[in-house]
C-alpha cells in the first residue's frame, strides 16, 4: 500500500491494493510461500477486494505536527521504531491529563 500511495493527503484505495497483489501471484498461497507469510494473513488482503476505503501512510513528523501542533491537544509520550522501520509506534497523551 505504501508503495502505491501517491501523497498521504490522497491515500491509496484498498481495492487498488487488492487488484495490484492479484496481478502479480496466480494465488495467494503461492505468493505466501514465495515471500514467507501465512497463507492467513494474506487471506485478510480479500476484504480489500471491492472497498473503496482508503489507507492514508503518513509521516512520524506529520502525525506530531497534527496532533500536538495543530490544531494540537497532545504531547508526544514516546516513539517506537519496532523492528519494522516502516511502522514507528507513536504514543501521545492529552495534555490536559
Not at 23 to 30: C, D, E, F, G, M
Not at 83 to 97: A, M
Amino acid at each position: 500500500g505504501m508503495a502505491l500511495q501517491e501523497s498521504a493527503a490522497q491515500g491509496v484505495e484498498l481495492r487498488l491494493i487488492f487488484n495490484v497483489i492479484a496481478n502479480l501471484a496466480p494465488s495467494l498461497q503461492k505468493l505466501a510461500d514465495r515471500i514467507g507469510w501465512s497463507q492467513e494473513h494474506l487471506l485478510a488482503l480479500e476484504s480489500y477486494r471491492d472497498s473503496a476505503a482508503r489507507y492514508h501512510f503518513v509521516s512520524t513528523e506529520a502525525v506530531i505536527s497534527m496532533f500536538c501542533l495543530s490544531p494540537g491537544g497532545f504531547a508526544v509520550e514516546k516513539t517506537n521504531r519496532p523492528g519494522y522501520e516502516r511502522c514507528p509506534l507513536v504514543v501521545l497523551r492529552r495534555e490536559d491529563e
